[in-house]
């Protein structure tokens, strides 16, 4: 029934609107000619602070327009990662996101440790550790998304190791009024109904002056994950929602104020997660209560720009709140024999201060300046949940109630530095740019009480009676610390006005980690892993050469890159195989080295073809016996990174009448698989890890055929993964869950529809 409708409510949608723009009388134009979308000298970004010419920036960045985002039906990271070379999602649910670059990723979860690739909406930083939930921001009216590919350490600081992707939302229009809806409604597997609403209105309250931007969106997408453990079909349900208002204010042709109030809602219902062996169709879990991954972000931001006349002056301040929830079941830690499970809620507050100059005078030398204030405290309360009728069948009494732990910590960090790149112009054809960035960053955790028990020795050893209830004494944890230069050298040669060539140098790294439980023994086996005191920062550096171009007249553009990386003192997550608790340490060094591509042809007018893709091979090549032994890793051992990924994707728009253009696209990837952690059991020396796997190699196909009315009406059908993959593209390397394993999301039919006003 669920099918019919739909099909039934997308003919009549997708005619109707086409009927209503047929009776419209307007000049012809066309929105989206690709013949016109020349090369990367015309594609401006911002990813050295300043507004530059893609194909002059000497690094590798991958744009991402609105339009080209609604296009192609990307809403959130997924279709980025698709979407960029050198970049691999790793995605086991909702609200679980890190990305990989470049094959710098030791598994694809990261717990503990800061993400490796900065993720910014506008001057925020809202990437975190790997084993807290990361908001799937939705991707709608955004001036931009920029993926910037290597290490990014002189302008963005801790956490850029290996990239950054920059979320660049709109401003307001001070003389336009502008509106637009964006609807879009799909069906998977024939019962899961997907449902998408954005809407965005500018309005200008005094022209040339002042202007206000309110955006809103909400989602409602049904699961396609049965949960044989809660009875639920289609439980991995999500629904969010939230929206922006951003006021801008230009008193002065010099001066700009503009205020941003963001706040964005996820809560799935659960989690994507999937156990294979349950189900020849890969879509079936097991639980014994739903896992939930959800957040809310909060984000106030003020922003003043001021033309002093020899430079650019910002200021952007941002305070936000993030609240989020980590409830998991556990019970595979002990192969589902007793009840094992953790709700965890984080609470985080942070303050963002950056202000910088950036010159604007016509001379030789360019340059950018300025500073950066960080700090951020994160509260996490940690429950460990047993079962009330487990409780009373062994006469478990003494607890306050089914949890058996609660843990009160919280940590505090700050990162402290000053930046800045300056470029001497030789002439139009060479120049050289130089960026340093010196900071200092501190981290350090601390436990603020809570009560632990002897329930996990006594369930498992099946002793019944009374617990022993014992209160957790506050502690202090070492702080980490560190302090030092990021360095950027760059040169580039432009032989003509259509190439440029450049060679890079520049280093990354990422905070220290604390572990929270620093010199706890294992309760379950006493002669495991004395949890260590934590991880100092790593440090990367890498060597990139380059070459961007666009020929005939922009109808063929390139972009190349070829990359060598060292990696040191890796940070790396592993779990003590007795009672899965997680901690953090460093390992020895590790190479990756690489190419990418990015081609795109304009062989005729309304025909777009592009091919991009990377080639990776990475390995450890240092390592201590007693690092591989609390690491579980393997000299001479590939990372967690694909050795060949590549897309392709083709466009075609032609007029239909002289008031309606019709187009079609197509979109095929192409990922390797790649193995999902070090191989050896962590303190068990030549042991392979039962966890151990590989991802699957997969291909995702997606297709669309739309039509566009007078330039302000868009209708699309499309098909996502139009084969219906279910290759496994995430595999947990953590013991803990049943389901360890996750897919694409099923075939998925549906329409889009929007409207500019």
Same mark, same amino acid.
């Given at each position: 029934?669920?099918?019919?409708?739909?099909?039934?409510?997308?003919?009549?949608?997708?005619?109707?609107?086409?009927?209503? =723009?047929?009776?419209?009388?307007?000049?012809?134009?066309?929105?989206?000619?690709?013949?016109?979308?020349?090369?990367?000298?015309?594609?401006?970004?911002?990813?050295?602070?300043?507004?530059?010419?893609?194909?002059?920036?000497?690094?590798?960045?991958?744009?991402?327009?609105? &339009?080209?985002?609604?296009?192609?039906?990307?809403?959130?990271?997924?279709?980025?990662?698709?979407?960029?070379?050198? =970049?691999?999602?790793?995605?086991?649910?909702?609200?679980?996101?890190?990305?990989?670059?470049?094959?710098?990723?030791?598994?694809?979860?990261?717990?503990?440790?800061?993400?490796?690739?900065?993720?910014? #909406?506008?001057?925020?930083?809202?990437?975190?550790?790997?084993?807290?939930?990361?908001? &799937?921001?939705?991707?709608?009216?955004?001036?931009?998304?920029?993926?910037?590919?290597?290490?990014?350490?002189?302008?963005?600081?801790?956490?850029?190791?290996?990239?950054?992707?920059?979320?660049?939302?709109?401003?307001?229009?001070?003389?336009?009024?502008?509106?637009?809806?964006?609807?879009?409604?799909?069906?998977?597997?024939?019962?899961?109904?997907?449902?998408?609403?954005?809407?965005?209105?500018?309005?200008?309250?005094?022209?040339?002056?002042?202007?206000?931007?309110? %955006?809103?969106?909400?989602?409602?997408?049904?699961?396609?994950?049965?949960?044989?453990?809660?009875?639920?079909?289609?439980?991995?349900?999500?629904?969010?929602?939230?929206?922006?208002?951003? %006021?801008?204010?230009?008193?002065?042709?010099?001066?700009?104020?503009?205020?941003?109030?963001?706040?964005?809602?996820?809560?799935?219902?659960?989690?994507?997660?999937?156990?294979? !062996?349950?189900?020849?169709?890969?879509?079936?879990?097991?639980?014994?209560?739903?896992?939930?991954?959800?957040?809310?972000?909060?984000?106030?931001?003020?922003?003043?720009?001021?033309?002093?006349?020899?430079?650019?002056?910002?200021?952007?301040?941002?305070?936000?709140?993030?609240?989020?929830?980590?409830?998991?079941?556990?019970?595979?830690?002990?192969?589902? !024999?007793?009840?094992?499970?953790?709700?965890?809620?984080?609470?985080?507050?942070?303050?963002?201060?950056?202000?910088?100059?950036?010159?604007?005078?016509?001379?030789?030398?360019?340059?950018?300046?300025?500073?950066?204030?960080?700090?951020?405290?994160?509260?996490?309360?940690?429950?460990?949940?047993?079962?009330?009728?487990?409780? &009373?069948?062994?006469?478990?009494?003494?607890?306050?109630? +089914?949890?058996?732990?609660?843990?009160?910590? *919280?940590? #505090?960090? *700050?990162?402290?530095?000053?930046?800045?790149?300056?470029?001497?112009?030789?002439?139009?054809?060479?120049?050289?740019?130089?960026?340093?960035?010196?900071?200092?960053?501190? %981290?350090?955790?601390?436990?603020?009480?809570?009560?632990?028990?002897?329930?996990?020795?006594?369930?498992?050893?099946?002793?019944?009676?009374?617990?022993?209830?014992?209160?957790?004494?506050?502690?202090?944890?070492?702080?980490?610390?560190?302090?030092?230069?990021?360095?950027?050298?760059?040169?580039?040669?432009?032989?003509?006005?259509?190439?440029?060539?450049?060679?890079?140098?520049?280093?990354?790294?990422?905070?220290?980690?604390?572990?929270?439980?620093?010199?706890?023994?294992?309760?379950?086996?006493?002669?495991?892993?004395?949890?260590?005191?934590?991880?100092?920062?790593?440090?990367?550096?890498?060597?990139?050469?380059?070459?961007?171009?666009?020929?005939?007249?922009?109808?063929?553009?390139?972009?190349?890159?070829?990359?060598?990386?060292?990696?040191?003192?890796?940070?790396?997550?592993?779990?003590?195989?007795?009672?899965?608790?997680?901690?953090?340490?460093?390992?020895?060094?590790?190479?990756?080295?690489?190419?990418?591509?990015?081609?795109?042809?304009?062989?005729?007018?309304?025909?777009?073809?592009?091919?991009?893709?990377?080639?990776?091979?990475?390995?450890?090549?240092?390592?201590? =016996?007693?690092?591989?032994?609390?690491?579980?890793?393997? +000299?001479?051992?590939?990372?967690?990174?694909?050795?060949?990924?590549?897309?392709?994707?083709?466009?075609?728009?032609?007029?239909?009448?002289?008031?309606?253009?019709?187009?079609?696209?197509?979109?095929?990837? *192409?990922?390797?698989?790649?193995?999902?952690?070090?191989?050896?059991?962590?303190?068990?020396?030549?042991?392979?890890?039962?966890?151990?796997?590989?991802?699957?190699?997969?291909?995702?196909?997606?297709?669309?055929?739309?039509?566009?009315?007078?330039?302000?009406?868009?209708?699309?059908?499309?098909? +996502?993964?139009?084969?219906?993959?279910?290759?496994?593209?995430?595999? *947990?390397?953590? !013991?803990? =869950?049943?389901?360890?394993?996750?897919?694409?999301?099923?075939?998925?039919?549906?329409?889009?529809?929007?409207?500019?006003?």
């Amino acid at each position: 029934m669920k099918s019919e409708l739909f099909a039934s409510a997308s003919a009549a949608a997708f005619f109707i609107l086409s009927g209503s =723009a047929l009776a419209q009388a307007t000049d012809p134009q066309s929105a989206e000619n690709q013949a016109d979308g020349a090369g990367d000298d015309r594609i401006v970004v911002t990813a050295t602070r300043r507004e530059q010419s893609l194909q002059d920036v000497p690094l590798s960045v991958t744009a991402f327009s609105q &339009d080209e985002l609604t296009e192609k039906g990307i809403v959130g990271y997924e279709g980025l990662a698709l979407e960029t070379p050198g =970049a691999v999602l790793n995605k086991p649910t909702s609200n679980f996101n890190t990305f990989s670059v470049r094959g710098i990723a030791t598994n694809g979860y990261q717990a503990n440790l800061q993400n490796s690739v900065a993720v910014y #909406i506008d001057e925020l930083p809202i990437s975190a550790n790997g084993n807290s939930t990361q908001l &799937d921001s939705t991707l709608f009216d955004v001036e931009r998304v920029e993926f910037l590919r290597g290490p990014q350490g002189t302008l963005f600081g801790s956490g850029s190791l290996a990239g950054a992707i920059r979320l660049l939302t709109k401003s307001p229009d001070l003389n336009e009024f502008e509106a637009e809806t964006l609807v879009d409604f799909g069906l998977t597997d024939d019962d899961s109904f997907r449902q998408r609403y954005n809407g965005m209105v500018n309005i200008p309250l005094i022209e040339d002056e002042l202007a206000v931007r309110v %955006v809103g969106f909400y989602r409602d997408e049904e699961g396609w994950v049965t949960n044989i453990g809660t009875g639920v079909d289609n439980a991995n349900t999500l629904k969010n929602w939230g929206g922006r208002f951003i %006021v801008l204010w230009e008193p002065k042709e010099w001066a700009s104020l503009r205020l941003m109030a963001l706040r964005e809602e996820s809560d799935p219902e659960d989690a994507q997660l999937i156990n294979p !062996a349950l189900d020849p169709d890969r879509e079936t879990r097991r639980t014994r209560r739903p896992d939930k991954y959800g957040g809310t972000l909060e984000s106030y931001n003020a922003t003043l720009d001021l033309d002093l006349g020899f430079a650019d002056f910002t200021s952007s301040t941002t305070y936000s709140i993030y609240d989020q929830s980590f409830i998991i079941d556990l019970d595979a830690t002990f192969g589902g !024999a007793i009840p094992f499970a953790l709700d965890a809620f984080a609470y985080d507050d942070s303050f963002v201060e950056e202000a910088r100059l950036v010159s604007t005078t016509d001379s030789k030398f360019e340059w950018v300046l300025g500073a950066f204030y960080y700090y951020k405290r994160r509260d996490v309360d940690l429950f460990y949940r047993s079962d009330p009728a487990f409780l &009373d069948a062994y006469g478990m009494t003494g607890l306050p109630d +089914e949890y058996y732990q609660r843990r009160f910590n *919280h940590s #505090i960090s *700050h990162e402290l530095a000053g930046f800045g790149e300056l470029t001497y112009r030789f002439s139009d054809n060479f120049w050289l740019t130089g960026g340093l960035r010196y900071g200092k960053l501190d %981290v350090q955790g601390f436990t603020t009480g809570g009560y632990d028990s002897n329930y996990l020795v006594n369930a498992l050893f099946g002793v019944p009676g009374p617990l022993t209830v014992s209160p957790i004494m506050p502690a202090v944890g070492e702080k980490g610390k560190e302090t030092g230069p990021s360095y950027k050298f760059s040169a580039s040669y432009k032989p003509m006005d259509n190439i440029t060539a450049y060679a890079t140098y520049s280093t990354g790294f990422r905070a220290p980690a604390v572990n929270a439980r620093a010199g706890l023994p294992s309760t379950v086996d006493p002669t495991d892993i004395v949890i260590p005191d934590g991880a100092s920062s790593d440090k990367l550096k890498n060597y990139e050469i380059g070459l961007k171009g666009n020929w005939f007249d922009g109808k063929l553009n390139a972009n190349l890159a070829a990359y060598l990386i060292n990696w040191s003192n890796i940070q790396v997550q592993a779990n003590r195989v007795s009672d899965s608790v997680q901690f953090a340490t460093n390992i020895g060094e590790a190479r990756s080295k690489g190419f990418e591509f990015e081609i795109n042809v304009l062989p005729m007018e309304g025909l777009s073809i592009g091919l991009n893709g990377s080639v990776n091979d990475t390995e450890v090549t240092d390592l201590t =016996a007693e690092e591989a032994a609390i690491s579980g890793a393997v +000299e001479g051992v590939s990372l967690a990174f694909p050795t060949f990924q590549g897309g392709a994707y083709l466009r075609y728009a032609t007029d239909i009448t002289p008031d309606i253009r019709g187009f079609f696209s197509a979109n095929v990837r *192409h990922v390797g698989d790649f193995p999902n952690q070090f191989p050896n059991v962590p303190g068990q020396p030549g042991v392979q890890a039962p966890t151990y796997g590989f991802t699957e190699p997969y291909q995702n196909v997606n297709l669309s055929l739309g039509a566009e009315f007078n330039q302000n009406l868009k209708a699309t059908l499309y098909v +996502e993964n139009l084969t219906d993959d279910h290759s496994i593209i995430y595999r *947990h390397p953590e !013991a803990f =869950a049943d389901a360890r394993a996750s897919t694409l999301r099923p075939r998925t039919i549906g329409v889009r529809l929007g409207y500019q006003y």
